[in-house]
């Protein structure tokens, strides 16, 4: 049983701003919520983490409201590059501390 | 800094047989997880290493078992290897500034058929 839920796939157009959001409704209360980027045949990529409000860094923004059920990924101004599946992780602690990554977002980039 | 890296990147097994990967993971982090990835059920935990101890462990059966070494370096092995085990598995690194914290770097994965 899924402990986050994303959107399986979203389409975008170059230049546009992409906003990809994960739910995840039993978050432990001190975790961190991490966002991944996987290219095909690569092991995923850190892009940003956070806990609460928002985070922002160089490639992308961290969007958590106050009751932490959900975060938002931000993409400014994406390219063809950015075509990837991303994904949000979350610590999940039940009797047996484990990792769960969500199913992953697959983000296609149309020129 | 060098990157997290796994041996060999390739490898192909016939049921019944066993498999041990390793990973070097960056200088200074002490904490390893390995990840087993399919196009059927994604990528799955399957345990974290820290300081030479099992912290963490996802669910997946005794076939699976891994270790640390006294210099960070990890290996994971599968024993009585079954067809399903095929997959790419993933070492990731972390400095683990925090317990809750899950900033990784992955390796580039270790591609396992079995046959």
């Known amino acids: 049983l899924a402990k986050t839920t994303q959107p399986i796939s979203m389409d975008s157009y170059e230049g546009q701003e992409v906003n990809i959001t994960c739910s995840h409704n039993?978050?432990?209360?001190?975790?961190?919520i991490t966002w991944y980027q996987q290219f095909p045949s690569q092991g995923p990529r850190f892009i940003i983490q956070g806990y609460k409000t928002k985070v922002t860094n160089e490639v992308a923004s961290l969007f958590i409201p106050a009751d932490r059920k959900s975060s938002t990924l931000s993409l400014p101004r994406v390219s063809l590059s950015d075509t990837a599946v991303y994904y949000c992780l979350v610590g999940w602690n039940t009797g047996g501390f484990k990792t769960i990554f969500g199913a992953g977002t697959r983000l296609f980039v149309k020129a | 800094k060098a990157g997290v890296t796994q041996t060999p990147r390739y490898l192909i097994k016939t049921r019944g047989q066993q498999v041990t990967l390793s990973c070097s993971p960056i200088?200074?982090?002490?904490?390893v997880s390995w990840y087993q990835q399919t196009p059927g059920q994604g990528l799955q935990f399957l345990f974290e290493?820290?300081?030479?101890?099992?912290?963490n462990k996802g669910n997946f059966p005794g076939r699976f078992s891994g270790r640390q070494f006294s210099n960070s370096r990890s290996e994971m092995n599968v024993s009585t290897l079954e067809l399903g085990d095929s997959a790419l598995y993933l070492c990731?690194?972390?400095?683990?500034?925090?317990?809750?914290?899950?900033?990784?770097?992955f390796g580039p994965g270790t591609r396992l058929t079995v046959t």
């Open positions: 290493y820290f300081s030479e101890t099992q912290r």
């Open positions: 039993n978050i432990a209360t001190n975790d961190y």
């Open positions: 990731a690194s972390s400095p683990r500034l925090t317990i809750n914290s899950y900033e990784q770097y």
């Open positions: 200088s200074g982090h002490r904490s």
